[in-house]
């Protein structure tokens, strides 16, 4: 890139993430401030497709910190999927003089941001998905809001299971990664999580862990389960099949992706949004913007969709130590 910046676009799509629009109002104020001009895309690349945008100036984007969803709207495109549609695209970006697009949203997102760029329009990507799975950084937007709203709505399950003496089997989103479903069940001392990126040992992973539990004393128990692993109502079935208790089954569904972002989510989305409007300013483009160390770093789009995000399984291992493992013996005057 080395023409002067005078327009660029916005866009979200995918899935919603808490943390959108903090990301649209850093990107369109940070874009004001160079002199930039800044036009909203709605309903993500299909809304490019169809000429759908909106111009955006600091008052446009103000109180939109704390909201959760995206004020541009979100959509999939099919139609951006093929060459014609890509090609409509192209001729949107022409028709308004867009010299470049941040796209946030996750690695579907970016693929379609990776074929735009290819046709000659300079991309800047920043991770928005409660899956936690964009493989060149650390964090991405939603996350954590996302995990303590599942962490909210298990503890109140939680307090129900207990005065029934119930097993509770959870599902939580994360397409096909656990890092949710790991984070939450650590944080809420699930007996149990199950996780895509490990191989299901039924009675190892389920199974004998309710069994160790009851032996310690425990009359209840709380069993995550990350939906790329399967059916939470199946689980529940395996459960009572095998050691004859009746689970009760909570999908969690799309709850987790609203709700207001938390700080974490509304910082880590504004210094996203500024670092992406500076490496349009700065000559680079057509890369995603990441978190390494703290720090926010640059990688190429096509290097970026390579990289494939590794589950801790140290953090397993810690859920395994954790849990209620040993069988209760109870002794005189323990008071318990």
């Known amino acids: 890139m080395d023409k002067q910046i005078k327009r660029i676009g916005v866009l979200t799509s995918g899935g919603d993430a808490p943390g959108m629009n903090a990301a649209v109002r850093a990107a369109v104020r940070t874009a004001v401030a160079y002199g930039i001009q800044c036009i909203g895309i709605r309903r993500g690349w299909q809304g490019l497709i169809n000429s759908d945008f909106v111009q955006l100036d600091a008052t446009s984007v103000s109180h939109i910190i704390s909201r959760g969803g995206t004020m541009l709207y979100t959509a999939r495109s099919e139609d951006f999927m093929t060459e014609k549609g890509?090609?409509?695209?192209?001729?949107?970006?022409?028709?308004?003089?867009?010299?470049?697009?941040v796209a946030i949203g996750g690695d579907g997102t970016?693929?379609?941001?990776?074929?735009?760029?290819r046709l000659g329009v300079p991309v800047v990507g920043i991770p928005a998905t409660i899956d936690n799975d964009v493989g060149c950084t650390n964090y991405t937007i939603g996350f954590d809001t996302a995990c303590n709203t599942a962490i909210d709505c298990i503890d109140k399950l939680r307090d129900t299971m207990q005065s029934h003496e119930r097993c509770s089997v959870v599902?939580?989103?994360?397409?096909?990664?656990?890092?949710l479903a790991l984070y939450v069940g650590i944080a809420v001392g699930a007996t149990a999580v199950l996780v895509p990126e490990r191989d299901l040992?039924?009675?190892?992973?389920?199974?004998?862990?309710?069994?160790?539990?009851?032996?310690?004393?425990?009359?209840?128990?709380?069993?995550?389960?990350?939906?790329?692993?399967?059916?939470a109502v199946e689980i529940g079935k395996q459960i009572e099949q095998a050691i004859g208790i009746?689970?009760?089954?909570?999908?969690?569904?799309?709850?987790?992706?609203?709700?207001?972002?938390?700080?974490?989510?509304?910082?880590?989305?504004?210094?996203?949004?500024?670092?992406?409007?500076?490496?349009?300013?700065?000559?680079?483009?057509n890369c995603i913007i990441g978190t390494r160390g703290g720090d926010m770093v640059e990688t190429p789009i096509e290097e970026a969709l390579a990289l494939k995000k590794h589950l801790q399984m140290e953090r397993y291992q810690v859920l395994e130590t954790v849990s209620i493992t040993t069988p209760y013996v109870h002794t005189e005057g323990s008071g318990l």
Do not use: W
């Open 246 to 285: 009746q689970p009760r089954v909570t999908v969690l569904g799309h709850i987790q992706r609203g709700g207001a972002p938390n700080a974490r989510d509304r910082e880590t989305a504004t210094r996203m949004g500024y670092f992406a409007v500076r490496s349009f300013v700065e000559g680079r483009g």
């Open 171 to 179: 599902e939580v989103m994360g397409r096909n990664a656990g890092f």
């Open 110 to 117: 970016f693929r379609g941001a990776l074929e735009l760029s």
């Open 86 to 101: 890509r090609a409509r695209a192209v001729s949107t970006c022409k028709m308004l003089g867009l010299d470049g697009i």
């Open 201 to 231: 040992d039924f009675q190892r992973d389920v199974i004998d862990r309710i069994r160790d539990a009851r032996l310690a004393g425990s009359t209840h128990f709380m069993i995550v389960v990350a939906e790329g692993v399967g059916s």
